[in-house]
């Protein structure tokens, strides 16, 4: 009855999705790994871009990493990306392009984790395997009146009330109910098909159900950023593949000691970085993530050579289609807005008539 009742709401109230359109696997990988770092509106024009440029596993294989981070660009955790263009690799050389459809030999894709495996296996394949992502683990913690409960719990729990006669229907009308009305704040439950079965609804404890899990310590880290930009281009760096913006290219950078440490050029010539000039600071550009608080500190410069290996100049349009972080272009929209203020300050020439 409760799995009637909640398939039967499902098919009403669903939101319509572009990927929902199909029982491709690689477009639901590509979907679930897009919706588990960002909003889904959010998603949606990176999704239908992204299968523009790479309809299948072999397209994006085929694809320069640096051409898809490009697109990855805005998304963040770009570490998913360059493992998803790993694991569409290993399809092509070991699978003959072919996603395969087992639990055991789709998790040992690159990035590939339960929740994933859970949710393609299910909706593409039509296999009773659970998929729980936050809005799932809030509707069953509710369900069952839970207050903490674990991962292996809640998995648990997930793969009693799966449909097996419809999987990949009931995995996203349950991850639907928690986004639509099992919400983390006021919650719709009068609305909700799974009223009668709910625990919590039953004690009055849905506003403390699940517990919220405990804040990461957010760490600040200052890092001096150096804007070397000529009618030739822009210097960039590609960063290391693991710590922050890995595998991105972006201007060199240097952790600075402290907010209020000022720059002291032969602390950075000693790690590599000469100056020909003094340095312009320009406004700080903050970047949040999960763990840590990024702030940069903007310096318009003009790099001695030689400069390292992995440093580039780049050129406006071969930048469009490098992979960058957000932040490069705020910290260029501020170099250009100094540049504008200097040249409107500065004395003009008069025109001789």
């Not at 296999?127 to 509710?142: H, K, T, W, Y």
Request: include cysteine; charge should be positive.
């Amino acid at each position: 009855m409760a799995r009637g009742r909640l398939r039967a709401w499902f098919q009403r109230c669903q939101r319509e999705l572009p990927w929902r359109r199909t029982r491709d696997p690689w477009a639901i990988w590509v979907s679930e790994v897009m919706c588990q770092q960002t909003r889904v509106d959010s998603a949606i024009p990176y999704y239908e871009r992204f299968m523009r440029l790479y309809p299948t596993t072999a397209d994006l294989a085929a694809a320069p990493v640096d051409e898809l981070l490009s697109l990855w660009s805005g998304l963040g955790y770009y570490s998913r990306a360059r493992n998803l263009h790993r694991a569409a690799t290993q399809v092509m050389r070991d699978h003959g392009g072919r996603i395969p459809c087992t639990e055991s030999e789709f998790r040992a894709l690159p990035g590939v984790g339960a929740y994933t495996a859970g949710a393609v296996l299910s909706i593409a394949f039509e296999q009773p395997v659970p998929a729980v992502d936050g809005n799932v683990r809030r509707v069953l913690s509710r369900l069952e009146d839970l207050a903490a409960p674990t991962n292996r719990q809640l998995t648990v729990i997930a793969d009693s009330w799966i449909d097996r006669r419809a999987p990949g229907e009931w995995t996203q009308a349950l991850m639907e109910l928690g986004a639509l009305l099992c919400k983390p704040i006021a919650p719709e439950c009068d609305a909700c098909p799974l009223r009668e079965e709910c625990r919590a609804r039953r004690h009055g404890t849905v506003a403390e159900r699940p517990e919220p899990r405990r804040p990461p310590k957010v760490k600040e880290v200052h890092l001096w950023a150096f804007w070397d930009e000529t009618a030739a281009g822009l210097v960039l760096e590609r960063r290391p593949d693991q710590g922050i913006w890995g595998g991105l290219w972006m201007v060199p950078l240097l952790a600075r000691e402290s907010a209020a440490a000022p720059f002291d050029p032969r602390r950075a010539a000693a790690a590599g970085i000469s100056l020909q000039c003094a340095a312009q600071p320009l406004p700080a550009v903050i970047h949040l993530l999960t763990h840590r608080r990024i702030l940069l500190h903007p310096l318009r410069v003009r790099l001695a050579q030689p400069w390292p290996a992995e440093w580039e100049r780049v050129s406006g349009e071969a930048l469009s289609r490098r992979g960058t972080p957000t932040s490069l272009a705020r910290i260029g929209r501020a170099a250009k807005a100094q540049m504008d203020r200097e040249w409107l300050a500065a004395p003009q020439e008069k025109s001789v008539g």
